[in-house]
């Protein structure tokens, strides 16, 4: 994001209460239709669905230095999804119409709004087009892909750690926990990722998208 936008953004979201959340607090309930705007400012929120057995299903993560929910903003879209924090997140609550002012009044607020969600459309498109087709491989190696790319700290040596686990990659992919398990070890023994406690390190990214074009 440009760095004038997100300074303008953070000067006008941040005039408002802020509060302070624990890891793995639910700030909005499915069918629930919030009356503000949320400012993330630290920490992650995730968006997501519960399936017919009980799991969560992903949606959409949100980080710093994003605002949410803005379809039932925009258009009073009914909210179908839970909102709940990945880690300990900081967020100040700006009241919808102060929200949607402050967009349609900075049209370089609303055109990078716009950007984001094409780029996150763009994701769960790939997303969607793994599911129907890919192999449980090919699903895998893509959202660890993503989350490199969203989230993923890079070493001096050029890998990468991903602080997630491997029941996140199952709500995140649509795969079962245990087909996530087995096509990690698969990885590993490959010499495209190693495991740490609570994180995956990718060795080398190139190598890990050039197995995931094999593998399409």
């Not at 994001?1 to 303008?8: A, E, G, L, S, W």
């Not at 949607?100 to 990078?112: E, H, S, T």
């Amino acid at each position: 994001m440009n760095p004038d936008i997100t300074d303008k953004i953070h000067q006008h979201f941040s005039q408002f209460p802020k509060r302070t959340y624990p890891k793995g607090q639910i700030i909005i309930f499915a069918d629930e239709s919030p009356e503000h705007v949320y400012y993330i400012t630290k920490g992650k929120v995730r968006k997501y669905d519960v399936s017919y057995r009980g799991d969560e299903v992903i949606v959409n993560i949100f980080k710093p230095p994003a605002f949410f929910p803005m379809s039932g903003a925009i258009d009073r879209t009914p909210n179908k999804y839970f909102y709940k924090t990945e880690e300990a997140t900081e967020l100040h609550i700006v009241p919808t119409d102060d929200a949607l002012l402050f967009v349609q009044g900075n049209p370089d607020v609303m055109f990078d709004l716009l950007r984001r969600i094409y780029k996150g459309m763009d994701g769960l498109l790939g997303r969607l087009v793994h599911l129907m087709s890919g192999t449980a491989k090919s699903r895998l190696i893509y959202e660890l892909i993503m989350e490199c790319r969203r989230f993923g700290k890079q070493r001096s040596n050029g890998g990468y750690v991903i602080d997630t686990s491997e029941v996140d990659i199952a709500a995140r992919s649509g795969l079962s926990r245990e087909t996530v398990s087995r096509e990690m070890r698969k990885l590993k023994d490959q010499g495209l990722l190693t495991l740490e406690r609570g994180s995956i390190v990718i060795r080398d990214l190139g190598e890990l998208e050039s197995a995931h074009g094999a593998e399409i």
